[in-house]
C-alpha cells in the first residue's frame, strides 16, 4: 500500500477559496462533464447541507457534478450557486432541453464564531474555488473550508483549538482510496494509531490538554437548548466502480474513521457528514473499500489538525509537539 495525493485520481479536480481576514473559506471536488456517483452518511445532529435528497437510494439521479465544503454554517449554502454558475458556462450539468443543471451538493460548518460572522462563502467564492480547481490548487492547513476550523468546543471557543482541511490517499495494487476532510468538532481528536490526543480542549490557560468526554460525564443533566456549532464534513474518493445505494454504505463505513479519531463525535451539537464518490471502473470488493475508506478518513483527520496553524487567537497541534 503506497501513499499517493489526493488529486491522483483521474476525473477530479479540487480547489479551495478562502477570506484569510474574515476566517472562512470553501473547498470544490469537481467530477467532470460525466458527473460521478456518489452517496451520503450524516451521523451528526444538525447538519447544513444542499442538495442531500439527491443521494438517497430513490432519488433518480444517479450522478452528481460536484461536492462544496464550506464555512459559513446555513448561510455558507449560497455558495454553492457559484459552483453551478461555473458548470452551467461550461456545458455541465443534467440536460433539460433549454440549459443543462448542475448536481451540486455541498455540506457546511460552522466558523461564525473564529473570524467575522458577517462575512460567509458565497457564490463569488464557490466559483473562485472552481477556478482554483482549474490548477487543482487545493492545499491541507488553513484553507478552503477548514480556514475557520476549529475543535475542542465542550467549553467554548476560550478553550478550543485551531483546526483545519486534511487529506490522505492510498494505492494498494490498481485500487486507489482516500479522503478529504474539513474537521471542526465539538470533541477532541487522536491519533488513530496509538491513541494520544493531539487537539481538542484546553485548560484555562490554554496549557494542556482536557478530556472533553471527562466534561461531559460529569453532568447529565439535560440541556435544552444545546448550541450547534461544529461539524466535520469528509469526502471518501475511490476510482472502484460503485453505484449510489453501494456509495451511501461505504459512507457509512468512513464513519468509524471519524469514530477512531474524534470524541466524543456523531453529537447532536454536530453536523458530522461523510460524502462517498466513485471516479473509476474498477472491480473491488465493497468490504474492502469501505475498510480502507474508514483508514484514509482517519489519516485525514490527523493530517487537518497537523497541518494547521495557530490563527484567530487559537493555538494549534504544532504547539503542543
Not at 119 to 145: F, K
Not at 281 to 309: F, N
Request: glycine share 14%.
Amino acid at each position: 500500500m503506497n501513499e499517493i495525493k489526493i488529486t491522483d485520481f483521474e476525473g477530479l479536480q479540487i480547489g479551495n477559496a478562502e477570506n484569510t481576514e474574515a476566517a472562512t473559506g470553501c473547498t470544490v471536488l469537481l467530477f467532470g462533464k460525466d458527473g460521478a456517483p456518489a452517496g451520503l452518511d450524516v451521523r451528526g445532529g444538525g447538519p447544513a447541507s444542499r442538495e442531500s435528497e439527491l443521494l438517497k437510494p430513490m432519488a433518480a439521479a444517479q450522478i452528481i457534478h460536484a461536492i462544496l465544503l464550506s464555512g459559513g454554517s446555513a448561510f455558507g449554502l449560497d455558495a454553492a450557486g457559484g459552483v453551478q454558475k461555473y458548470l452551467e458556462e461550461r456545458g455541465i450539468g443534467f440536460d433539460v432541453g433549454v440549459t443543462k443543471v448542475p448536481l451540486v451538493c455541498q455540506s457546511d460548518l460552522f466558523d461564525l464564531t473564529v473570524g467575522r460572522m458577517d462575512v460567509r462563502p458565497d457564490a463569488a467564492m464557490g466559483y473562485a474555488a472552481c477556478l482554483g480547481a482549474e490548477h487543482n490548487n487545493y492545499r491541507d492547513g488553513n484553507y478552503g473550508a477548514g480556514t475557520g476550523a476549529s475543535v475542542g468546543k465542550m467549553a467554548g471557543m476560550g478553550t478550543c483549538m485551531k483546526s483545519g482541511i486534511g487529506s490522505y490517499a492510498v494505492q494498494l495494487g490498481d485500487l486507489k482510496v482516500g479522503a478529504i476532510v474539513a474537521v471542526n468538532s465539538l470533541g477532541d481528536i487522536y491519533n488513530w494509531r496509538d491513541g494520544h490526543k493531539v487537539a481538542g480542549m484546553l485548560t484555562p490557560d490554554c496549557k494542556h490538554f482536557v478530556d472533553s468526554e471527562d466534561v461531559v460525564f460529569a453532568d447529565y443533566e439535560v440541556v435544552e437548548n444545546k448550541f450547534v456549532g461544529n461539524t466535520t464534513i469528509g469526502v471518501v474518493l475511490t476510482n472502484a466502480a460503485f453505484q449510489k445505494t453501494q456509495l451511501c454504505k461505504l459512507a457509512g463505513m468512513a464513519h468509524d474513521g471519524y469514530a477512531r479519531s474524534i470524541r466524543p463525535v456523531h453529537t447532536s451539537a454536530d453536523g458530522d457528514s461523510i460524502y462517498a464518490v466513485s471516479l473509476g471502473k474498477l472491480a473491488a470488493d465493497q468490504d474492502v473499500v469501505g475498510a480502507l475508506g474508514a483508514r484514509v478518513m482517519s489519516e485525514a483527520i490527523l493530517r487537518a489538525v497537523q497541518s494547521a496553524d495557530a490563527a484567530y487567537g487559537l493555538p494549534c497541534a504544532k504547539d503542543f509537539q
